[in-house]
C-alpha cells in the first residue's frame, strides 16, 4: 500500500510540472511534430491517475456531468479517426494524432484546472510573466532565433501584403501570433489571481502593465484583436459588476493602460509600421484593403468554411480527423479563405476545425463549453467580472484563431468549471502557496 505521505510529495511534484508545462506550452528539449508540446498533458495525466488512485471509487462519481460528457465525445472522435485511418484509409496518421492531442488535451487540462487553479502560486504566476518578458528581452540582445532549438518551428513576424515590414518578438513562442495570445491569456488568468488576493493592486498593476508591453513587442495583429476583446469585457466589467470605488479605479486604470496600448498602434510611427499596426489602420481608413490580406482572409474564412463544409458539405458529419481529400473547394469558398485549397485537413480556429472535423457532433461539444461558461457565469458571483472577460476574450476568440489544445485554454475553461459546479459554495480568497 503506498503511504498517503508519498501520494501527497507526488501530487505536489506533479502540480508543479504541470504549471510549468501550461505557462511554457511550446519549449521542450525533444523534437515532437507540434508547436504545442505535449508535457502539460503528460503530468496533468500522471496527476489524474495519482487522484484516481487516491479516491478509488468516488473518482468518477466526483468528475463533473459536462466533463463526463466531453469524455464521450472524445471517444467518439477516437472512433472517427479510427474508421478514416484504417477503413476509408482517406486520413494523415500525423494530422489526425495532433487533432486527437487536442481534444484530449482539452479534456485533462480542463479538469487540471478545476482541481488545482486555486493551488496557483502567486510568485510562481508572475515569475512565469517574467520569463516570457526576460525571453523577449534576450530576443534583443542575441538574436530572434535564440529559443529555436527549443521549438518545434520558429518564425518571427511582419506584415504582409502592405508597405510596410516590421519583425515581432516571439519569446518562448514559435511565432508572434502565439506569444501575444499567451500574454492575453495570462492577462486573464492575473483577473483571477488577484480576485483571489494571490497578489496585491499595485502587483496586479504591474503585472499588466508588463503583458501590454509584451503584446506591443509582439507587433501581433491577432494579439490587438484579442486585446480588443479583452477591453471590451473589461468595459462590460466596469459598467454592469458592482464593486467598491478603490476596485472601480484599479480596474479602470487597467482599462486606460489597454487603450493606451491599442493608441499607440494607431499613432505611433515605428508601431505603425509593425503588423498590427498596420492593420488597425486600415481597418479604420480602408476596411475593404483587409480582402486582400491572406492572413485576414483566411482567419475570417475560417467559421464559414466550418460550417459549410462540416455541416452542409458532409450532411453533418464532418470531414473527421487529419482527412486528405483532391476535391477543390468552390471558387468564392477558397477565395473566402485565403486559398485553402482542397476539403479536409486542418483549419485555423479551435471551434471551427471541431465543427470541420466532427460536423454536429462539434456543434455540441462548443455548446457543452458554453453551457459550461454561462452557468459559471450565473454562479461565480465574487469572480463574474473575470468570468465574462475570460469567455469574451479566450474562447470567442477561438472561433478565428487559437487552439483548444493550448493548455491554458483548458485551464481557463477548468476554472469555468470550478464556478459552474460550485453554485452553493462560498468561495474562499487563498493564499498563495
Not at 482517406?90 to 487536442?102: E, N, Y
Not at 482541481?115 to 510562481?124: A, L, N, R, S, V
Not at 491577432?222 to 468595459?235: A, E, R, Y
Not at 460550417?307 to 473527421?320: H, Q, R, V
Request: charge should be positive; charged fraction near 10%.
Amino acid at each position: 500500500m503506498i503511504s498517503d505521505i508519498w501520494v501527497s510529495k507526488t501530487k505536489i511534484v506533479l502540480i508543479t510540472l504541470a504549471l510549468i508545462a501550461v505557462f511554457f506550452p511550446y519549449i521542450s528539449p525533444i523534437h515532437t511534430p507540434s508547436d504545442t508540446q505535449p508535457w502539460a498533458l503528460v503530468f496533468a495525466l500522471l496527476l489524474l491517475l495519482v487522484i484516481c488512485y487516491e479516491q478509488r471509487e468516488k473518482f468518477f462519481r466526483n468528475i463533473p456531468g459536462p466533463l463526463k460528457m466531453l469524455g464521450i465525445i472524445f471517444i467518439y472522435t477516437g472512433i472517427v479517426f479510427f474508421v478514416h485511418l484504417f477503413f476509408l484509409k482517406d486520413a494523415d496518421f500525423v494530422l489526425g494524432l495532433r487533432s486527437i492531442f487536442g481534444y484530449f488535451s482539452l479534456i485533462i487540462l480542463t479538469y487540471f484546472g478545476f482541481k488545482f487553479w486555486q493551488d496557483i502560486p502567486g510568485t510562481f504566476f508572475i515569475g512565469a510573466v517574467g520569463a516570457w518578458f526576460i525571453g523577449a528581452i534576450d530576443q534583443v540582445f542575441f538574436g530572434f532565433g535564440i529559443f529555436a532549438p527549443l521549438l518545434h518551428r520558429f518564425a518571427t513576424g511582419g506584415f504582409r501584403g502592405f508597405k510596410y515590414f516590421a519583425p515581432g518578438f516571439t519569446s518562448f513562442a514559435p511565432e508572434p501570433a502565439f506569444y501575444a495570445t499567451m500574454c492575453i491569456y495570462f492577462l486573464i488568468l492575473n483577473e483571477f489571481l488577484y480576485k483571489q488576493k494571490k497578489y496585491s493592486p499595485a502587483s496586479y498593476i504591474g503585472i499588466v502593465i508588463v503583458l501590454l508591453t509584451q503584446i506591443v513587442m509582439s507587433y501581433s495583429g491577432v494579439g490587438l484583436m484579442m486585446l480588443l476583446l479583452f477591453l471590451l469585457g473589461k468595459g462590460i466589467e466596469l459598467l454592469v459588476i458592482k464593486s467598491n470605488s478603490r476596485e472601480k479605479k484599479v480596474q479602470a486604470t487597467v482599462l486606460v493602460l489597454s487603450l493606451i496600448v491599442v493608441s499607440l498602434f494607431l499613432f505611433n510611427k515605428s508601431l505603425n509600421q509593425s503588423r498590427s499596426g498596420a492593420l488597425l489602420q486600415t481597418s479604420v481608413t480602408e476596411p475593404s484593403a483587409l480582402a486582400d490580406d491572406t492572413s485576414v482572409t483566411n482567419r475570417l474564412g475560417n467559421p464559414v468554411l466550418a460550417l459549410y463544409g462540416g455541416i452542409f458539405k458532409t450532411y453533418g458529419i464532418g470531414f473527421g480527423l487529419g482527412t486528405k481529400s483532391t476535391e477543390a473547394l468552390p471558387s468564392w469558398l477558397d477565395k473566402l479563405t485565403g486559398g485553402h485549397g482542397v476539403w479536409g485537413g486542418r483549419i485555423e480556429g479551435g471551434f471551427s476545425q471541431t465543427i470541420y472535423e466532427l460536423g454536429i457532433v462539434g456543434f455540441i461539444l462548443i455548446g457543452i463549453i458554453l453551457y459550461i461558461i454561462g452557468k459559471s457565469i450565473i454562479y461565480g458571483r465574487e469572480y463574474r467580472g473575470a468570468l465574462i472577460i475570460s469567455f469574451m476574450t479566450a474562447f470567442v476568440s477561438l472561433f478565428i484563431f487559437g487552439a483548444i489544445a493550448n493548455p491554458l485554454a483548458g485551464l481557463l475553461l477548468g476554472i469555468h468549471l470550478y464556478f459552474a459546479s460550485n453554485k452553493n459554495e462560498s468561495f474562499n480568497h487563498n493564499p498563495s502557496l
